[in-house]
């Protein structure tokens, strides 16, 4: 398995009605690369096979893959709103379902795949493609005859719009087997609508792709003699069609492709004409060098074909039975387990070797505190005697504290008159940031909180203030009257000096 995903080598066949191309990928940690190409008659003959067996025999050393696509005019494609699977197997009986309903085959004498191509909350629009196996038997008995085996099938279009949407990423290589997978914007960005138009020479495919997936595709034949605004004209009308039919409000990007001559010219007239960002791109711009990247287009097809079959695209289509879908994400998975579990490994024992340097450490400090167990000793006893002065020092401000409050309560009761009397007291102690040593000896502050009931309220605030011990009298809150008396509350600042006298 891992020289197999380490290095591999890949055969992808575009298959014409006449002729089939072929083109050798290798694929090893630097990414995907051309090793050769070869255009082959579409027969089974003796020459022809001698032919190709030479072609195979000089690229072919190791394992290898094959992944062929066929022409769109072979199958038969039809996309329709299925609902939501949970599975691949699903997929296929949904597929098999619809395929049954719509499309005028017997089951059993067609190739067919689904191809999900946009999810919504119950349901998903999907692909279903059809081929009759009778299409498939000239492949069949050529690849009988080379004893080959083939790996995927898939159809032409599918094939170019995975080479267009991989010509801008990095493909392959180490990134495919640490299993991170580039995801490529040249259709739009997430949930954007993108137009690709590949143009031939005597038609052009239109289709509408959402999350680099086809919704929608059609095959349009144009005459390249006409006028280019007629042309422009007519594939703009069809592009609105199609939008419409979708039930889509905008396209974010159009996309052209192809061999042409028209490409440029018809870029431009578009752009005009639809008022969309349109970008013009060779879609093996991502495998070969520019040059000779313009003239091997042709090969487009049959490099599409193995980027979709290894699980790189993002349209994953076999019409081959039996065959599963490669995803080069969960081929991936392993070795990205293997790289997990050799990261915890090294991190299991880098914190070892740290718990073992932590034991040192502590034995080294362990060493220095029997070395200087004597004048630790000193200094716990020194930190002992600081102890008991700050508690023989809290006991005498406490005596001094507990003096003021009866010299405060002795001076209320002097003060307060007959008819009042205190149902509440608050005192708290302040410190007054105002004063320092030895003015902080000769002053203490505290807040007074006082309630109850009298007579006049306001007399108690002249008597309060006449005081030595009391500053800032004033009442908190409104005075209430309490039967025939008024219920007050007052707060006053206490402040406590020795030898304190009546105010003068």
């Avoid at 349901?123 to 000239?138: D, N, Q, R, Y």
């Avoid at 592009?239 to 010219?265: C, F, R, V, W």
């Avoid at 003021?404 to 009397?421: G, K, R, Y």
Wanted: aromatic content about 6%; glycine content about 6%.
């Amino acid at each position: 398995m891992f020289e197999n995903k380490l290095i591999k080598t890949v055969l992808g066949i575009e298959f014409k009605d006449d002729s089939f191309t072929v083109a050798c990928l290798k694929s090893n940690l630097s990414g995907i690369s051309l090793i050769s190409s070869s255009m082959f008659p579409f027969k089974d003959d003796d020459e022809t096979i001698n032919e190709i067996k030479k072609f195979t025999g000089r690229y072919l050393t190791g394992p290898f893959n094959v992944f062929i696509s066929i022409p769109d005019k072979w199958t038969i494609t039809k996309f329709t709103e299925i609902p939501l699977p949970k599975g691949e197997g699903s997929v296929l009986q949904l597929a098999r379902y619809e395929i049954e309903r719509h499309i005028p085959f017997q089951i059993d004498d067609i190739f067919y795949d689904a191809v999900i191509a946009d999810k919504k909350n119950s349901s998903c629009t999907a692909a279903l493609i059809a081929v009759p196996k009778e299409k498939i038997e000239g492949i069949r008995k050529l690849f009988e005859r080379l004893a080959i085996n083939i790996d995927g099938i898939s159809i032409s279009h599918f094939a170019v719009l995975s080479a267009i949407e991989l010509s801008a990423v990095k493909a392959g290589g180490w990134r495919e087997v640490l299993g991170i997978t580039s995801i490529s914007d040249i259709f739009g960005g997430r949930d954007e609508t993108g137009i690709a138009l590949v143009i031939g020479k005597n038609e052009m495919v239109l289709s509408v792709i959402k999350n680099n997936l086809c919704q929608y595709f059609k095959t349009i034949p144009y005459d390249a003699e006409k006028p280019i605004d007629i042309i422009s004209e007519g594939i703009s009308f069809i592009i609105k069609e199609a939008l419409s039919e979708l039930s889509l409000q905008k396209m974010h990007k159009l996309t052209i492709s192809g061999d042409s001559p028209l490409l440029q010219n018809l870029a431009d007239a578009l752009k005009v004409r639809l008022g969309v960002n349109t970008q013009t791109l060779n879609p093996l711009a991502g495998f070969l060098p520019a040059d000779r990247a313009a003239e091997m287009q042709g090969l487009a097809p049959s490099i599409g074909a193995c980027l979709s079959g290894l699980g790189l695209a993002s349209m994953k289509l076999n019409l081959l039975p039996h065959k599963i879908k490669r995803d080069s994400k969960r081929v991936s998975g392993l070795i990205t387990k293997i790289s997990a579990a050799a990261v915890i490994l090294l991190g299991v024992s880098i914190m070892a070797e740290g718990i073992v340097n932590e034991k040192r450490a502590l034995a080294r400090l362990a060493d220095e505190v029997k070395k200087n167990e004597s004048e630790l000793a000193k200094v716990e006893k020194l930190a002992a005697g600081l102890k008991t002065i700050e508690e023989r020092q809290s006991f005498l401000s406490n005596i001094k504290i507990n003096d003021i409050i009866l010299n405060v309560l002795l001076e209320l009761t002097n003060l307060m008159p007959q008819d009042a009397w205190i149902t509440s007291l608050s005192f708290k102690e302040t410190q007054d940031k105002g004063l320092k040593p030895p003015a902080k000896e000769q002053a203490i502050r505290a807040e007074l909180t006082i309630s109850g009931f009298a007579d006049s309220s306001s007399k108690l605030i002249s008597l309060l203030e006449g005081s030595a011990f009391f500053e800032k009298v004033e009442f908190v809150g409104p005075i209430k009257k309490s039967g025939a008396k008024e219920d007050f509350k007052i707060k006053a600042v206490v402040v406590h000096k020795k030898d304190a006298g009546s105010k003068k």
